[in-house]
């Protein structure tokens, strides 16, 4: 903790870490002088900053759900996603305001995909929005390359031997998205209840799809 | 249109040399050993290790370490998708053979084998 010491008596009973507005770190300062300078200079302006956010925030994992269960219903719409992922999502109204290429990896009986970016958080933000922060520590970004059977056992998922394993580090124009294997005894399902089987890390592969407990 | 598709295309128009991809899927390759200053792409683990072209990355982009220093201009070339084999990166890989990593890979960081 910092100099400041906190001496004043809690008014209610309830434990809880005290809520202080950390200081800022140097990034985080650095962040706030050079956007405040393109904003004085008039380079960009206080609005477009919050667009952007928009933007994050829209993106969240229910869309890559949505992409996937299109896939398992229409085998167009999945051969051309694989064909070309970006041109895909695009079809649903999903832009790549970051202008990187989609690369659409599908799960098979004789393949299981797993993503990573081994140097930093290269991760399919225009589908999927941010990523989880395991994702962008260094322990997930290390081993997933040097040992993804014990990665993947530590998230539950045991890949039989006789299944290829494909680990596929993205580090510059292209980010990935895992179409996993639809779950047995879905047939007949609407689109709609197939996308609520589909999980964030079912997508980059860390975990299959599955049906929820109650149903199995 | 794509530079590796070639259907359809006109007889007799002549591409620059860096706007038609320098490899082709099947192509052995070698990721180059080269030690960058600053800003790079391609990663340590994967410098010197041997692969194999699995498709050509459309459309031909900027050379992300260029760009990282804000030179974006004339630096268009193509990335590729690279297949190494786990066994081929760590000698005392534990797993089945057959599992492999997938690396997107710029022209320039790559050498015929």
Not at chain 1, 160 to 188: F, H, N
Request: aromatic residues 8%; contains cysteine.
């Amino acid at each position: 903790m910092s100099a400041h010491e906190h001496n004043h008596e809690h008014g209610h009973d309830h434990p809880h870490a005290e809520i202080t507005a950390e200081a800022a770190g140097y990034y985080e300062i650095m962040e706030t002088a050079v956007r405040e300078l393109l904003a004085e200079k008039g380079l960009i302006g206080p609005a477009e900053i919050r667009r952007q956010i928009e933007v994050l925030d829209s993106r969240t994992p229910a869309l890559g759900a949505k992409v996937v269960a299109r896939a398992w219903v229409d085998p167009g719409f999945r051969a051309r996603l694989i064909a070309d992922g970006r041109a895909g999502c695009e079809e649903l109204g999903i832009s790549f305001y970051d202008d990187t290429q989609l690369i659409v990896l599908e799960n098979t009986q004789e393949v299981h995909n797993l993503i990573v970016c081994t140097l930093c958080s290269c991760y399919p933000r225009p589908v999927l929005g941010l990523p989880p922060d395991w994702y962008k520590e260094k322990p997930y970004r290390a081993r997933a390359v040097i040992e993804p059977r014990a990665v993947l056992a530590e998230f539950g998922t045991t890949i039989p031997d006789d299944v290829e394993i494909r680990v596929s580090d993205s580090t510059a124009m292209v980010r990935y998205l895992v179409l996993p294997r639809r779950p047995e005894g879905t047939e007949g399902w609407s689109e709609e209840s197939l996308a609520e089987l589909v999980t964030r890390d079912a997508m980059i592969g860390v975990v299959p799809a599955t049906l929820p407990e109650s149903v199995q | 249109m794509s530079a590796t598709s070639t259907a359809g295309r006109l007889q007799g128009v002549v591409w620059a040399l860096d706007e038609a991809p320098a490899f082709a899927p099947g192509d052995p390759v070698r990721i180059l050993t080269r030690t960058p200053i600053g800003h790079y792409r391609v990663p340590t683990y994967l410098r010197g290790k041997s692969g194999t072209v699995e498709a050509v990355i459309e459309p031909a982009g900027l050379d992300n370490e260029q760009e990282g220093f804000g030179r974006n201009a004339g630096s268009k070339r193509h990335y590729y998708r690279i297949a190494i084999p786990l066994t081929e990166i760590w000698p005392d890989y534990v797993g089945s053979p057959r599992d492999g990593l997938r690396i997107e890979v710029f022209e320039t960081w790559l050498e015929r084998v």
